[in-house]
């Protein structure tokens, strides 16, 4: 071979030149890989506050499963769908779904759920490896809030007020627990306290929250902010309080004297169930009211279906009514079936009319 040729030298110089073109060009290519391990997701409110959770992603066979993490909560979600660089992930409960687009170990979208009359969105964007939460470098703190604290949320307007009990449980810097109300719970919180500096979210497919506040020497808590999805906004303050507690939940709702408990409504066949059906003459008949957009419903559900599988044949009847936002008979069974399908539970009634306002620890 003449490699001192002119026409090789020419031609060898193309060649190169066109490999260190393909090989730039492979290099600058963005990767849609949907990488395993932990990721930090965020959701961004109106008034621009980050709402953070964190999600693990695992990869079996190309068949993408997602765990949202909230304390000790792991919500398993495996609605995962790929179209090229575009990701489509259904939560498995509330009606609602984030979308966008997947490059280089990062997401770009949005938050989107399905209310009865609109759709909701919220900015979304997550990164891959990120196993932190609220801050990633946290300044160690002298203060430790573990503990219940008598806390007071007030509405932006002033006009509300609504008592409540947080339960915090603090490791080093890492704190979980929640905001307990008379009409339920925030459930599964995490966050830190970094230097005097409370921060807690939570992220489950319905709910956005995120709570801060200032942690001060004289075991209280001030500048408190509590962020609820899109918009809603609260100040809260709280004090250290190991013997504060709620009114009993039974003094709130109650049959009145000399009335008798009974229903009819339909189920999700369409056919109409009342409690004077032969089915449930001489059984227990345990009574739930709920809805499939209440995230407090769904503990008590999972729960239920347990006690279901375990007392059915020896006379145990659960019916639970579902209070939904939505007149739309198929729209509700929809979002009922999801229920139903997630824990296992037996056929559901229905109500005709939705619930006018969900109460204030489900609010979204």
């Not at 030298?9 to 190169?16: G, L």
């Not at 963005?30 to 964190?54: C, H, Q, Y």
């Not at 609504?162 to 890492?174: P, R």
């Not at 039974?250 to 056919?271: A, I, P, Q, R, V």
């Amino acid at each position: 071979m003449n490699t001192s040729n002119p026409f090789f030298k020419t031609t060898f110089k193309f060649f190169v030149l066109a490999l260190a073109i393909c090989c730039l060009i492979a290099c600058d290519k963005p990767d849609a890989k949907f990488e395993s391990g932990m990721w930090r997701g965020a959701l961004i409110t109106e008034s621009g506050v980050e709402v953070p959770f964190n999600f693990e992603v695992k990869d079996s066979a190309q068949r993408y499963i997602i765990y949202l993490i909230n304390g000790e909560d792991r919500l398993r979600v495996d609605s995962i769908r790929r179209v090229n660089d575009s990701i489509f992930i259904k939560l498995p409960l509330y009606d609602s779904e984030i979308s966008g687009v997947l490059l280089d170990n990062k997401i770009d979208g949005v938050w989107t759920k399905h209310l009865a009359d609109k759709d909701v969105e919220m900015t979304f964007y997550a990164k891959a490896n990120a196993n932190w939460r609220i801050s990633e470098r946290v300044i160690e703190s002298p203060y430790n809030v573990s503990g219940r604290w008598a806390t007071t949320f007030v509405s932006e307007d002033g006009k509300d007020t609504t008592q409540a009990i947080g339960e915090f449980f603090q490791n080093k810097s890492k704190v979980t627990g929640t905001f307990l109300t008379s009409t339920g719970d925030y459930r599964f919180l995490e966050g830190v306290v970094d230097a005097d500096k409370l921060s807690l979210s939570s992220f489950d497919g319905s709910g956005a929250y995120l709570f801060t506040a200032k942690v001060n020497a004289d075991s209280t808590l001030t500048e408190g902010r509590f962020y609820a999805g899109f918009s809603h906004i609260e100040t809260f303050t709280a004090k250290r309080d190991s013997a504060i507690s709620l009114p009993d939940a039974y003094s709130l709702t109650k049959l009145e004297d000399g009335k008798k408990l009974d229903f009819t409504f339909k189920d999700l066949s369409g056919e109409t169930v009342s409690l004077s059906d032969a089915r449930f003459k001489n059984k227990v008949v345990l009574l739930q009211l709920f809805g499939s957009w209440c995230p407090n419903c769904m503990d008590e559900t999972a729960y239920l279906a347990q006690l279901d599988k375990k007392y059915r044949k020896q006379g145990l009847e659960i019916v639970a009514l579902a209070y939904e936002r939505t007149t739309d008979f198929a729209k509700a069974k929809k979002n009922i079936g999801a229920v139903k399908k997630r824990f296992g539970a037996e056929p559901f009634c229905l109500p005709v009319t939705p619930m006018p306002k969900p109460p204030k620890a489900c609010r979204c």
